[in-house]
């Protein structure tokens, strides 16, 4: 097989439209639905700030990778900038780093699925459920990416919906009483219990490291930069329109839900989507909700899997992983990157039952590295991408990140930041023990394959 660019060989057949959802849906995982409230008891109604300083360094991080990305629209993404303006390491740690994180959530999302839909029948085995999904899911992705961008679009287009349809309600609720006899409920519940800052700026500090984990998903634009048919528009719209989704569906639907009900009883009784829902007496609710919560996770799921047997690709394209992961089918899919992410996954879902439960929180602290691993190699290879280029070449770039080199700076800062607190909060420590283990099996790992250079 002639070792051609991987841009020849994946096919482009995402259109905008795909390009906006597949950012959309990254951006809204399940924690908004259910783990939100865990987060809401670290800060109280200040957690819309929270979410707001956070939204902004993710905008930040976007615009870098959104600016490398319109000029060299690669599947790949950050670790194909990494690998070429950082060197063959960074590309190497980036994409297995990121490929890793990926099999780990998709471990996560593949119980969840199992664990929703014995909410409607508990007699169905847990991992019968999870098979079915793999192998539906696989299916989908080996296909072509126009079935991925579909299957996408209509999953994360229900949590739009949904979400939607919570801020909607909320508003109905606060302003007009709607399942409150007609009696407008008013704001009175943002400062009336302990202050929009109950815990101080320390609550809103530790509620940062949980803020940006929930933003995990949104590089996938840059994941699927490489098969857009129009990149040079598909990936502004999709990235600028980031920000006011934060506002609108985190934002807006987190500050509806303590508007209505206190901060210290958010999620008190199940999820607080299900609470606002059951207050305005719709039937159901938590049957809607619940079905909202299967498909957020077999979309986390079907992204995990496009975007790790892509990035499975693209090491093997630098030559930073087997050969065996160049090859695509005819229709352009990257077959045998997905079939062996699906072994890997199918083996978690064997081991879920055999390997204590503690493992698999030793591994997960890795995907929460990873997260942060993987945007400070966008904005320092952003970086190294910007000092490559003469005035002349930066006056033609057709999509700048704002304040450069400023602006690129703080948000390094502020990751390193979130690492630091890492150490502050007991679940989340032990990865500050697991990464440095990890990356010691990734320079091991690059040093025995004695890549040529």
Do not use: C
């Amino acid at each position: 097989m002639k070792d051609n660019h991987q841009d020849s060989q994946l096919k482009r057949g995402l259109s905008t439209r795909h390009m906006q959802l597949i950012a959309l849906g990254g951006s809204i995982g399940v924690g908004l639905f259910y783990g939100s409230s865990s987060t809401i008891q670290m800060t109280g109604p200040s957690i819309l700030l929270a979410y707001l300083i956070g939204g902004l360094v993710i905008f930040t991080i976007m615009r870098a990778l959104g600016e490398m990305a319109v000029e060299e629209p690669v599947s790949g993404s950050f670790s194909t900038y990494a690998n070429k303006y950082l060197g063959r390491f960074a590309g190497f740690l980036s994409g297995w780093t990121y490929w890793f994180m990926w099999i780990v959530v998709g471990m996560a999302e593949l119980t969840v699925v199992g664990v929703y839909i014995n909410y409607w029948f508990p007699d169905i085995p847990q991992w019968v459920t999870a098979l079915v999904v793999l192998v539906m899911m696989t299916l989908v992705n080996l296909a072509n990416v126009k079935a991925y961008g579909e299957f996408e679009f209509w999953f994360a287009m229900i949590k739009v919906v949904a979400i939607i349809g919570m801020i909607v309600l909320g508003l109905a609720i606060i302003f007009f009483g709607v399942g409150n006899h007609g009696e407008a409920i008013g704001f009175d519940n943002l400062w009336a219990h302990g202050g929009f800052m109950p815990n101080g700026f320390h609550g809103i500090l530790m509620s940062l490291v949980l803020v940006m984990f929930s933003f995990g998903g949104v590089e996938l634009v840059g994941i699927s930069a490489g098969e857009a048919k129009n990149p040079s528009k598909s990936i502004p719209s999709a990235i600028n329109n980031i920000v006011w989704r934060i506002l609108i569906f985190y934002i807006g639907a987190l500050g509806v839900m303590m508007i209505i009900y206190p901060w210290n009883e958010v999620g008190s009784e199940g999820s607080p989507f299900v609470q606002i829902f059951d207050y305005v007496g719709i039937p159901a609710a938590a049957h809607i909700i619940n079905f909202v919560v299967i498909t957020a996770a077999m979309s986390a799921f079907n992204s995990g899997l496009y975007g790790s047997g892509r990035m499975l690709h693209n090491l093997s394209v630098q030559k930073n992983g087997p050969t065996y992961f160049k090859s695509v089918s005819k229709n352009g899919s990257p077959r045998r990157g997905i079939l062996f992410s699906s072994a890997v996954l199918l083996m978690a879902v064997v081991l879920n039952y055999v390997v204590p439960e503690k493992v698999f929180i030793y591994i997960s602290a890795v995907a929460t590295v990873a997260v942060i691993t993987s945007w400070m190699i966008i904005l320092l290879a952003q970086l190294k991408f910007r000092k490559s280029k003469t005035k002349e070449e930066v006056a033609e770039l057709k999509f700048k990140i704002p304040l450069y080199p400023l602006s690129t700076y703080i948000a390094i800062a502020f990751l390193l930041m979130v690492i630091v607190l890492l150490a502050f909060i007991p679940d989340m420590r032990i990865a500050l023990y697991v990464a440095p283990v990890w990356f010691l099996i990734l320079f091991v790992g690059y040093k025995g394959i004695n890549v040529k250079k």
